[in-house]
């Protein structure tokens, strides 16, 4: 890194062009005036992106470094005759031998984002350069451009056009090179990280779904969040004995897994074992979001990370369920009122509901959905009655007008619940049409509640409430000065992310609280860890341009007034008709 910051020093400033330390510095044969400093400055960038795959330990990087160290001392003693250049190419290459035990890491698996990400930050940072290499002739610039033609100048210097700045003599050639070897550097990292050989990325297989659900029917009462694994988006490693598996998804280079690992307790070191061959092989960060406190202690003890108690969940036990009471007072009157207008309920399994019923429920579910983006990771499925997620649970809401033949009613509100083992059920989905009578989700909670012995469910998971402790003890009388403080910036971020609204949420069902936990490697690793968990779930989107984009997006909806479900936009007429 020092060697390609000082090559770029070298290229930008004349003066330290010109000393004796450019000697030192100059890794490939050079030119002399403006191509030399072009070649400086371009060999400098490769240098430090050379720099940050060492970092990473990645083996493409050890070999383009071995490569490049011997043929860099050769071009110096030929050229400069630098026997210092020499010495520390010869060094740093022993170096490199010795230890090229530890460049393992396989290539990233070929993303668009990461060559969109590149042209961003190559472009930021050739602009930023481009404005320093402008700048350090004041001598030579013929007037006072402004900042505006100093940065025209700069973007028209990156596709390889003069641009308003003048300068005399041979230094608008110096510039010109240097700002044209810039714009072609970025330009040449952005087509081969776009078009480079691909790494498969990970992604959840027929046969590792088979697998899982093997493991889930054996094992999946001990994790409420087990059946989230089943995500396609995710991919697996599974323990030597099969017996156990980790689920996780790469994030912007963090390895994240969810929930604890499933299968066996047993072999769940082993699972974990592999799990962190993985992201040592790849160089990737590796995380946990949202495991128990068994989970995180085994994964603590296993790997020695750290572990940090994000909130917990509320689970509810149908048995000590009951509506009566002062406590329960609320969501009694909530209920029975929504009653009264007219609304019902039903509560089944997916098997149950025909093809038509699915249709309308996915349909109403997307309709209703706030954001543009599908959000969940850890505790989401992400999909409605699809193949194999008949023992799911569909708890509907409806109102029956007047004159409405339909048998299913006009769909008001849809919750959705995954199986956590053979006794239980995990909230999955809550959706609710706007225009509804407010208490439609308390409505279909208590429904579902209510409809559980029925069908064999003893326990239900419902939303997940992120420092919910803290919330709970800053408000009350004793609160020391920082937990006061704590607990009014979560209600301060409340106003963008559901922190205290889940929390009151919850607690209207009087539910026992089980506290989930982050588990980590390093203190330093946690802002990189929350904003990659904030992509998985959704909370930040970064939008390809459509030269990037993978698929096709879908077809415009729009929602029939009647029934709420949504039809293509080009039947509009005939739902208008209808």
Known sequence: MIVGLLDIAAGVFPRFRHSRIHAVTEVLPGS??????????????????????????????????VILLPAGAVAQFAYRHSVIGVVISAVLLALLVRHQGEFKALPDPRSRWKALANFVLMSAGSIGLGLVIVNVHPGKVVGHPSLYEQITHVVYGLFGFEGPVAYAGRVSWTVGYSLGALGMLTAVTTIYLAFRPEHPAARLTADDETKLRELLAKHGGRDSLGHFALRRDKAVVFSPSGKAAVTYRVVSGVMLASGDPIGDVEAWPGAIERFMEEAKAHSWTPAVVG???????????????????????????????????????????????IERNGYTTQVRRVSELTEEELERVRGAAAAWRGTDTERGFSMALGRVGEEGDGDCFIATAHRVEEGDTSPFGDLKAVLHFVPWGKDGMSLELMRRDRAADPGMNELLIVASLEASPALGIEQVSLNFAMFRSALARGEKIGAGPVLRMWRGLLVFLSRWFQIESLYKFNAKFRPRWEPRFMVYRQTRDLPRIGFAVMQAEGFVTLALPRLFASRRPPKPVRTCAHHHATVPAQKEREVQAA
């Open 291 to 337: 495991c128990s406190e068994t989970g995180g202690e085994v994964w603590t003890r296993e790997t020695g990370l750290d572990a940090l108690e994000l909130g917990d969940e509320a689970i509810v036990d149908v048995k000590d369920f009951s509506l009566s009471g002062r406590p329960m007072r609320n969501v009694r009157q909530m209920v029975k009122r």
């Open 32 to 65: 002399v005036g403006p191509f030399a400093a072009a070649l400086a400055i371009s060999a400098g960038v490769l240098i430090l992106l050379l720099a940050h795959g060492l970092k990473r330990r990645k083996r493409r990087a050890w070999r383009a470094a």
